[in-house]
């Protein structure tokens, strides 16, 4: 009979434990200042509305227990940060929706200078916003965290369209007094360029529906129907309500006045359009220089900021407890075969190879667990010499305590696995360990007949947004194709799409360099701003290509018509990049990253469709289009 001791005596217990490889620093930290409770849900458990209840319930019971006194609870875990960000997400949509409509609406009163007149584009966006949330909650969609933003963008998207349906209003109105002619000329003039607008957007976002990606697919499709239900409600809203508004409360019947500084910037860029064109073009080369280091990316804490308890709490696991991302190396081979003493010691030394790793915090394997058995309880290192040994010795410890060991050995001992935590080094940095990790298993399970797989929630997840992140830059590059299309097919007019297309790249291009001065690689909590970048900029062009095109069609040259269209569509579209900017920028005190990214980037986004619209745009025309 043997008489099995305790490996940690009652003296020095906290010490011993503090080096006993099956309780530090996944248990215990090695310098005994903290320690970890683990707690393993159900692996049925993935959608959050399933999810969320459980972790809820857990956070809540141990938030219940009073601590000692110094001692801080820290609440982390992959299921903890994915409901705490989907409770970020719905809890910004709640604050962060009306502020930026009550912004958009100070805006607008400011810079039209009338109450009733600021509230009909902003009445009909919220609609609009209104009935969007109602044909896709009705039909089942539920929102991820990209389509979140649905109801933002299709507030954006509604209120530039109705901000010049209003400015083209007050402009007819000026001519005769007489509400329902100037209404009738304003939707006759503004709504093709509404459409165009709303159906190039739509037909943009529509294409993302050909992504391998579910989460890009169904932001896509819910966007692209949100769009559209949009322009259905500005078009129907915004004249009833204007409708409403007594012509001295809309603006005084007078001729239309002349602002001297749209043209004297018509008249520059018409008057100098390659210095302007090579100005414009070298800031924009400028821009991309700064984000040339720009770099696909992904991280678990992506969407918060380093002062954010959830950022804290993770940090403080994997300087403390090893981390909290799980990797695993799967091991297959034949039943008993995991307990051969070289198959032992090959596992061992991949063990030891994958520690060497920057972000890896903590392995644990049965090789490492019976190399530490046989320690106790023969003084020797290295492990027992055969397979019937390791299965006596491994049985000992079973009968000894509550030894985990289904988790790193099956029971026929014909697989195996090591047992890791990671630190969030960001999916680039995990996948290229990943890479020599798996180079590293070729070289020493040679000839062995083992099989060997790297896996886990946290190489599952570096790769899947990895490819989530390529898979929305290539559905950019269709977005792109597809509005180029489109506009050729409504234009009708292979020179005059190749000019409206080349400023919508600009957006793009300001949009990397300034994730390059931030220092900031391309993430999911980013990433989306490029494709919202392209659906805002190119309601700008149409805007301005229609109204060109008009007075174009009643006989105006080049200059002359690039003038009116200044004063025009050239006004409207810099009242919305204005209303957009500040609109905007009151995202920028979220405590989502996503959120916060935005709002900066729909302020970049604005600024240089401003440049693309109103100078690139015009000097391209003067060019190129002489007719």
């Given at each position: 009979?043997?008489?099995?001791?305790?490996?940690?005596?009652?003296?020095?217990?906290?010490?011993?434990?503090?080096?006993?490889?099956?309780?530090?620093?996944?248990?215990?930290?090695?310098?005994?200042?903290?320690?970890?409770?683990?707690?393993?849900?159900?692996?049925?458990?993935?959608?959050?509305?399933?999810?969320?209840?459980?972790?809820?319930?857990?956070?809540?019971?141990?938030?219940?227990?009073?601590?000692?006194?110094?001692?801080?609870?820290?609440?982390?875990?992959?299921?903890?940060?994915?409901?705490?960000?989907?409770?970020?997400?719905?809890?910004?949509?709640?604050?962060?929706?009306?502020?930026?409509?009550?912004?958009?609406?100070?805006?607008?009163?400011?810079?039209?200078?009338?109450?009733?007149?600021?509230?009909?584009?902003?009445?009909?966006?919220?609609?609009?916003?209104?009935?969007?949330?109602?044909?896709?909650?009705?039909?089942?969609?539920?929102?991820?965290?990209?389509?979140?933003?649905?109801?933002?963008?299709?507030?954006?998207?509604?209120?530039?369209?109705?901000?010049?349906?209003?400015?083209?209003?007050?402009?007819?109105?000026?001519?005769?007094?007489?509400?329902?002619?100037?209404?009738?000329?304003?939707?006759?003039?503004?709504?093709?360029?509404?459409?165009?607008?709303?159906?190039?957007?739509?037909?943009g976002f529509a294409s993302l529906a050909v992504a391998d990606t579910a989460v890009i697919r169904d932001f896509g499709t819910q966007v692209a129907t949100g769009v559209m239900v949009t322009f259905s409600a500005v078009l129907l809203v915004v004249p009833t309500l204007l409708a409403w508004i007594p012509v001295f409360k809309v603006g005084a019947p007078t001729a239309p006045r002349e602002r001297a500084a749209y043209s004297r910037a018509a008249s520059f860029v018409t008057s100098h359009p390659r210095r302007v064109l090579a100005a414009a073009l070298a800031v924009t080369m400028v821009a991309g220089w700064l984000g040339r280091t720009v770099q696909t990316d992904s991280a678990l804490l992506e969407m918060y900021k380093p002062d954010h308890p959830t950022?804290?709490?993770?940090?403080?696991?994997?300087?403390?407890?090893?981390?909290?991302?799980?990797?695993?190396?799967?091991?297959?081979?034949?039943?008993?075969?995991?307990?051969?003493?070289?198959?032992?010691?090959?596992?061992?030394?991949?063990?030891?190879?994958?520690?060497?790793?920057?972000?890896?915090?903590?392995?644990?394997?049965?090789?490492?667990?019976?190399?530490?058995?046989?320690?106790?309880?023969?003084?020797?290192?290295?492990?027992?010499?055969?397979?019937?040994?390791?299965?006596?010795?491994?049985?000992?410890?079973?009968?000894?305590?509550?030894?985990?060991?289904?988790?790193?050995?099956?029971?026929?001992?014909?697989?195996?696995?090591?047992?890791?935590?990671?630190?969030d080094a960001g999916g680039r940095a995990v996948l290229e360990g990943k890479a020599r990790i798996e180079a590293a298993a070729e070289t020493i399970f040679e000839g062995s007949g083992v099989d060997v797989?790297?896996?886990?929630?946290?190489?599952?997840?570096?790769?899947?947004?990895?490819?989530?992140?390529?898979?929305?830059?290539?559905?950019?590059?269709?977005?792109?194709?597809?509005?180029?299309?489109?506009?050729?097919?409504?234009?009708?007019d292979l020179k005059l799409t190749l000019i409206a297309t080349f400023p919508n790249v600009v957006p793009l291009v300001f949009i990397l360099g300034m994730l390059g001065v931030l220092g900031v690689d391309l993430q999911t909590s980013n990433i989306v701003s490029f494709t919202i970048a392209v659906g805002l900029a190119v309601d700008d062009t149409i805007h301005f290509m229609v109204r060109y095109r008009e007075e174009k069609s009643r006989g105006l040259d080049t200059p002359s018509a690039i003038e009116k269209t200044f004063q025009g569509a050239g006004h409207a579209i810099v009242l919305t990049s204005i209303l957009l900017i500040f609109g905007f920028g009151v995202l920028a005190f979220s405590s989502l990253t996503s959120t916060y990214f935005f709002g900066l980037l729909a302020g970049v986004t604005m600024a240089a469709a401003i440049v693309g619209d109103l100078i690139i745009l015009p000097a391209l025309l003067t060019l190129f289009d002489r007719k």
């Open positions: 009979m043997i008489r099995v001791q305790d490996a940690i005596g009652p003296e020095n217990s906290l010490e011993r434990a503090a080096k006993d490889p099956f309780l530090s620093p996944l248990l215990i930290a090695t310098d005994r200042s903290a320690a970890s409770l683990q707690i393993h849900i159900d692996d049925s458990l993935q959608e959050i509305a399933d999810l969320g209840p459980v972790v809820n319930a857990a956070t809540a019971a141990l938030r219940s227990v009073d601590l000692p006194e110094a001692f801080k609870l820290h609440m982390t875990g992959v299921p903890f940060v994915r409901t705490e960000v989907v409770k970020l997400m719905m809890e910004d949509e709640m604050i962060f929706l009306p502020a930026v409509a009550g912004m958009f609406f100070v805006i607008i009163m400011a810079l039209f200078r009338r109450f009733w007149l600021g509230m009909a584009p902003l009445t009909g966006v919220l609609v609009a916003t209104v009935w969007t949330m109602g044909v896709l909650l009705s039909t089942g969609s539920v929102l991820n965290i990209l389509s979140a933003l649905t109801p933002v963008l299709v507030l954006v998207i509604g209120v530039a369209d109705g901000i010049h349906l209003v400015g083209r209003y007050r402009e007819e109105l000026a001519k005769d007094g007489h509400r329902e002619a100037a209404m009738g000329r304003t939707t006759r003039h503004m709504a093709l360029a509404c459409f165009l607008t709303t159906f190039t957007t739509a037909a950022w804290l709490a993770v940090h403080t696991a994997e300087a403390k407890t090893g981390g909290i991302i799980p990797v695993f190396i799967h091991f297959s081979g034949e039943p008993d075969q995991m307990l051969e003493p070289d198959v032992l010691k090959r596992i061992d030394a991949l063990e030891h190879a994958f520690k060497k790793e920057p972000f890896v915090g903590y392995t644990a394997s049965h090789a490492g667990w019976l190399k530490h058995f046989h320690h106790l309880l023969t003084g020797s290192d290295g492990w027992p010499s055969t397979r019937a040994a390791a299965s006596q010795e491994l049985l000992l410890a079973e009968l000894s305590g509550d030894l985990p060991l289904d988790r790193v050995l099956s029971v026929d001992r014909a697989r195996a696995r090591i047992i890791a935590l990671i630190d797989d790297v896996t886990g929630d946290g190489m599952l997840a570096a790769f899947g947004v990895y490819q989530l992140i390529r898979d929305l830059l290539a559905s950019l590059g269709l977005m792109v194709g597809v509005i180029f299309i489109t506009m050729l097919l409504l234009l009708r």
